[in-house]
């Protein structure tokens, strides 16, 4: 009789351990942070060199004191998706020669595109984004739209790069795909 007493006391704990560890589990999952990084169309992500800057960006010394490297801008949006706040500690890439400088500001000029008949000019300018202050502390369900800027030296050829950002948790990637800026000019 006693033995049926304590294998009942027994199940009946092992019943709501496992319980616990199953709830403790589930809120781990609802509250472990979560970041959607999402490009906006309206700012295109925007590659050029040192010497299509000269024409259509306003640049102060390169912080990297090479004029061969070629400039990048990225705008992005970045919301926390989680039930807990989240903090962005540090944005850097995966590839090799690209730097990011997030202290560095570009101020880009309108560029004429054309004249319509009534002599009307059409200017077309970059949109940007502010600047991301990093460290930066999203709230849960809050958002962040910023512009990075990046460098990428000589060894580094192509417009595609994974963008790294770190959180005390977590460390989400984003590929990042630019678009030549005399190609955005292009396009009206």
Same mark, same amino acid.
């Given at each position: 009789?006693? +033995?049926? =007493?304590?294998?009942? =006391? +027994?199940?009946?704990? /092992?019943?709501?351990?496992? !319980?616990?560890?199953?709830?403790?589990?589930?809120?781990?999952?609802?509250?472990?942070? $979560?970041?959607?990084?999402?490009?906006?169309?309206?700012?295109?992500?925007?590659?050029?060199?040192?010497?299509?800057?000269?024409?259509?960006?306003?640049?102060?010394?390169?912080?990297?004191?090479?004029?061969?490297? #070629?400039?990048? =801008?990225?705008?992005?949006?970045?919301?926390?998706?989680? #039930?807990?706040?989240?903090?962005?500690?540090?944005?850097? *890439? *995966?590839? %090799?020669?690209?730097?990011?400088?997030?202290?560095?500001?570009?101020? %880009?000029?309108? &560029?004429? =595109? !054309? *004249?319509? +008949?009534?002599?009307? /000019?059409?200017? $077309?300018?970059?949109?940007?984004?502010? &600047?991301?202050?990093?460290?930066?502390?999203?709230?849960?369900?809050? +958002?962040?739209?910023? !512009?990075?800027?990046?460098?990428?030296?000589?060894?580094?050829?192509?417009?595609?790069?994974?963008?790294?950002?770190?959180?005390?948790?977590?460390?989400?990637?984003?590929?990042?795909?630019?678009?030549?800026?005399?190609?955005?000019?292009?396009?009206?």
């Amino acid at each position: 009789m006693i +033995a049926y =007493i304590s294998l009942g =006391i +027994a199940t009946l704990g /092992a019943i709501t351990g496992i !319980s616990g560890l199953l709830i403790q589990f589930f809120q781990y999952l609802v509250q472990k942070p $979560k970041i959607k990084i999402l490009e906006v169309d309206q700012y295109p992500n925007l590659l050029f060199s040192t010497e299509e800057s000269k024409k259509y960006v306003k640049l102060d010394r390169h912080p990297l004191g090479n004029d061969g490297y #070629r400039y990048g =801008i990225i705008n992005l949006e970045i919301s926390n998706t989680s #039930r807990s706040d989240v903090t962005v500690n540090s944005i850097n *890439t *995966t590839n %090799f020669g690209v730097f990011v400088h997030l202290e560095y500001k570009f101020e %880009f000029k309108e &560029k004429h =595109i !054309s *004249t319509d +008949a009534q002599g009307y /000019a059409t200017y $077309k300018r970059v949109k940007i984004f502010p &600047k991301i202050e990093i460290p930066k502390r999203l709230n849960q369900y809050d +958002a962040v739209s910023c !512009s990075i800027p990046i460098f990428m030296n000589n060894h580094f050829q192509g417009n595609e790069i994974d963008l790294l950002i770190k959180t005390p948790v977590k460390v989400f990637k984003k590929h990042v795909v630019f678009l030549e800026l005399e190609k955005y000019f292009q396009n009206p």
